[in-house]
């Protein structure tokens, strides 16, 4: 067989393939949507179900990178303090929370007073004490843990809890039948801590845009990371202003449940300043033996 005549069987052949080949595949897409029509292929669904893996992960605040950064904020103040031989009271620039946003005002002292004035006035407060409460209860003994995990419940998360704070259903049972249990009480709180660093993110990024932000900022400064006793305290009156605000409308009001609450607020803001400070920066008649 000559070689022309090869090329061209071979040429008749390639277009007959072609041809069988563009049938063979028009059928081959007729079955494939048949099938896939009745029956669901696998990839499909693990594509859905990495896609709502993403939008989970996308929705979930990332804890670990707060405390990434805690870590970092420790580390620093530990070196300062190594520098100058003893304790030195730091505090996290505005400059620094402009930058870092929430996880660096969680980190902050007076910046925080400013956070918390404003979460009062938005009647959620409740959240960033709940948030600073399992902040300690992390660091706390088995011991310490163990006498305070009930305390903490039945302020937070219980239906009865006067600072209820807002979590999901399945998060408030989750931690009641884990608490029932009695053991594993270092991350109890976690699924509740991570829902709310999510509305305290939230709150945040409004608190940005008030002129109690703008105070802080005129008050402490951009790169102070030193503030003097009348800096401390002006952002402290704030505090003392809600509660002064807070005791006249419950005098007006004379509701008990009014009453509770108040004082309530009152024990929690004293505690806050006491941990933040210590106990020379609450006003006397908050001051306790």
Do not use: W
């Not at 190594?82 to 402009?98: A, L, N, S, W």
């Amino acid at each position: 067989m000559s070689k022309v005549r090869r090329a061209s069987i071979q040429e008749n052949n390639d277009f007959q393939l072609s041809t069988r080949t563009r049938k063979s595949i028009s059928k081959s897409r007729r079955s494939s949507l048949a099938e896939e029509m009745i029956k669901p292929s696998s990839s499909r669904r693990n594509s859905f179900a990495a896609l709502m893996n993403s939008i989970q992960a996308i929705e979930e605040p990332s804890m670990d990178v707060h405390k990434i950064y805690k870590k970092k904020v420790n580390k620093s103040f530990h070196k300062l303090n190594c520098f100058f031989g003893e304790p030195t009271p730091v505090d996290v620039c505005v400059c620094e929370i402009k930058k870092e946003g929430l996880k660096a005002i969680l980190e902050s002292k007076v910046p925080l007073c400013y956070f918390l004035y404003y979460l009062l006035d938005e009647h959620s407060s409740e959240n960033l004490f709940f948030f600073l409460e399992i902040e300690q209860f992390e660091k706390a003994s088995l011991k310490e843990q163990k006498e305070t995990v009930h305390s903490i419940y039945n302020t937070f998360i219980s239906n009865k809890a006067e600072l209820q704070v807002n979590l999901d259903d399945k998060v408030r049972r989750n931690i009641l039948d884990r608490l029932s249990m009695g053991h594993d009480l270092l991350t109890l709180f976690q699924p509740a801590k991570m829902s709310i660093y999510n509305l305290l993110e939230t709150s945040f990024m409004r608190f940005l845009d008030t002129k109690i932000y703008q105070e802080m900022i005129d008050q402490c400064g951009e790169l102070t990371i030193h503030y003097a006793q009348p800096t401390v305290q002006i952002a402290l009156d704030y505090l003392y202003q809600y509660l002064k605000q807070q005791k006249k409308n419950m005098k007006s009001l004379e509701d008990e449940s009014f009453v509770r609450h108040y004082e309530l607020i009152k024990r929690v803001i004293e505690k806050f300043v006491r941990n933040m400070f210590g106990k020379g920066y609450l006003p006397s008649k908050f001051k306790m033996n």
